[in-house]
C-alpha cells in the first residue's frame, strides 16, 4: 500500500515541519488538529499540496475515520506554559483520551504509531544527563503538572497497547525543539528569547537553567528514522550537550544585533537542568543531530525577523463591564495601544489600580474567574496574554463571578 500518514498536531510548529517532509518523500498525508494553538503560515503551504489533508479535529474526541494508513504520528497537545498553565484540563486530556484515540485509529490499521512525549516525563532531574532508565522526579500537582503527567499516561497507554493488543508503538521523548515557524506567544524559550530580542527588548534568563536544544531539520529526521523502525522506545531526542538558558540569550541578541539580557533568580522550574543521555538515539536510529547551536538559531532569527510582527502596537478599545462601572469613573470605553493582550491588560491595571486583583495574579496572570475576549474569542482559548495583537480590536473583560 502506498504510504499514507495520520499526523495529529500536524498543523504545529514540528507538525507543519514533518508533514512537509513525508510529502517530500511522496508519503499521502492527513493532518488532525483542533488548531487550539493558533494558526501556522506554513499550514497554508501545505493545503495547496494535492496529498495534504487537514482535518479540523479535538483529537480528545474519537475520529470518525475510515481509510487505512500506514503510519499515525501523535503529536497533538497544547505545550508551552500560556497554554498549559491556562488549560491543565485540556492538557490531560490531549495526553490521555487524545492519546487513546490516536492508538485506536493504529491498532485498526496495524499501523506503526509513533507517540510524542516529552523531557519533561524526567521532571526536576536528580541525575544528569538524564537515560531512558531513569525513572524521573516529578511534581504530580504543581502549576505544570498536567503536562508532565499527561506525557506519562500517553507512555503508559502506549506500552499498554503494544502489550496488550500488539500494536506497534514507538514513543520518542524530545528535548527542546526550535526553528524557523515557531508559534510566536506561547512563551518556549527560544522563540521568546529571538521576538524580545527583534523587538529590541529585554531577554529575561531566570535562574541558571540548562537545555538540550534541537534544530527542527535534524528532528524531524530523528521522527521520521523512527517511524520506519520497530524500536518500542522510549528514546531521548536533543542535543548531547546542553546550553545555560544564559548563553542561548547572549547568542541571540548577537546574532539579532539587538535586544539586553537581564539575569533575575529562577521562580519555578526555571532553573532546572535537563539534558539527554543520547545513547539510544545513537545506537537504535543511527541519529545524533547534526546542526551547530549557532547555524540554528541564525536560521530562526532569519526566518522570525522575516515574519516580525509590525513595530506600532493595536489600538486596544475595551468594554468595561457594567459591574466594574463604579469601580472605574468615567467612560465605559477605555483606550489604549498595545502589542499584545497582556500589554493592554497590564496597562488598564495601572491606570486604574482597583482593577489589579480582579485581572492578573501577583504572578501577572489572569486571575481565574475573569475572562478577557477578543471579540467572540476568549484569549484563554488562544495564547492567553502572550496574544499578538496586530489590527485594532475591542477587548471584552468578563468577570464570571459576582463581586469578581
Ligand atoms: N517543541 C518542543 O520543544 C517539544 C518538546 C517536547 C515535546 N514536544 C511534543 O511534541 C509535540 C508537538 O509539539 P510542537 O512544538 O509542534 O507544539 P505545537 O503547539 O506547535 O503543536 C501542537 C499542535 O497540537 C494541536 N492540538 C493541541 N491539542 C489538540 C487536540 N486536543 N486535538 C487536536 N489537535 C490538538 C495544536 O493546535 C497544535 O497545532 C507535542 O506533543 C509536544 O508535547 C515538543
Known amino acids: 500500500m502506498n504510504e499514507h500518514v495520520l499526523v495529529t498536531g500536524g498543523a504545529g510548529f514540528i507538525g507543519t515541519h514533518l508533514c512537509s517532509a513525508l510529502l517530500k518523500r511522496g508519503a ?42 500506514t503510519g499515525v504520528m501523535h503529536l497533538a497537545s497544547p505545550i508551552g506554559p500560556a497554554h498549559v498553565r491556562n488549560h491543565p484540563v485540556r492538557t490531560l486530556q490531549a495526553g490521555s483520551s487524545g492519546t487513546v484515540n490516536a492508538l485506536e485509529i493504529a491498532r485498526r490499521y496495524r499501523a506503526r504509531i509513533v507517540l510524542a512525549s516529552s523531557a519533561e516525563v524526567y521532571g526536576e532531574p536528580a541525575v544528569q544527563p538524564q537515560p531512558e532508565t531513569y525513572w524521573g522526579n516529578v511534581d504530580p500537582t504543581g502549576p505544570m503538572s498536567g503536562y508532565a503527567e499527561a506525557k506519562r499516561f500517553l507512555e503508559a497507554m502506549a506500552f499498554a497497547y503494544r502489550r496488550e493488543y500488539g500494536v506497534n508503538t514507538g514513543i520518542i521523548r524530545p528535548f527542546n525543539v526550535y526553528g524557523p515557524g515557531m508559534l510566536r506567544g506561547d ?5 521568546a528569547f529571538v521576538e524580545a530580542a527583534l523587538a529590541d527588548g529585554e531577554l529575561t534568563v531566570q535562574g541558571n537553567g540548562v537545555r538540550s536544544l534541537c ?32 548563553d542561548l540569550a547572549e547568542l541571540v541578541v548577537e546574532t539579532a544585533g539587538s535586544g539586553t539580557v537581564t539575569v533575575v533568580p529562577a521562580r519555578h522550574a526555571e532553573g532546572t537542568t535537563r539534558c539527554p543521555d543520547i545513547t539510544t538515539a545513537r545506537t537504535v536510529l543511527g541519529w545524533a543531530p547534526t546542526t551547530s547551536l549557532a547555524d540554528g538559531i541564525r536560521a530562526t532569527v532569519e526566518a522570525m525577523r522575516a515574519t516580525a510582527p509590525p513595530a506600532r502596537g493595536a489600538t486596544v478599545e475595551f468594554d468595561v463591564p457594567t459591574a466594574w462601572l463604579t469601580l472605574v469613573p468615567g467612560a465605559a470605553k477605555l483606550r489604549c495601544e498595545a502589542a499584545t493582550v497582556g500589554d493592554a491588560l497590564r496597562w488598564l491595571t495601572e491606570t486604574h489600580r482597583v482593577l489589579a486583583p480582579r485581572l492578573l495574579s501577583p504572578e501577572g496572570e489572569l486571575v481565574p474567574w475573569t475572562n478577557v475576549f477578543l471579540g467572540d474569542t476568549n484569549v484563554r482559548d488562544i495564547d492567553g496574554l502572550e496574544t499578538a495583537l496586530s489590527d485594532d480590536v475591542t477587548l471584552t473583560v468578563l468577570p464570571a463571578m459576582a463581586g469578581g
Do not use: C
Open 28 to 69: 499521502r498525508v492527513t493532518a488532525v488538529d483542533s488548531l487550539t494553538a493558533g494558526r501556522l503560515p506554513a499550514l497554508d503551504d501545505l493545503q495547496k499540496h494535492p496529498r495534504f489533508t487537514l482535518i479540523e479535529h479535538d483529537i480528545t474526541q474519537p475520529l470518525d475515520w475510515s481509510e487505512p494508513v
Open 187 to 191: 512563551r518556549r524559550v527560544v522563540a
Open 215 to 246: 534544530y527542527i531539520d535534524d528532528f524531524v529526521g530523528a521522527l521520521i528514522t523512527m517511524l520506519d523502525s520497530d524500536a518500542p522506545g522510549p528514546i531521548n531526542l536533543g542535543a548531547a550537550s546542553g546550553t545555560s538558558i544564559a
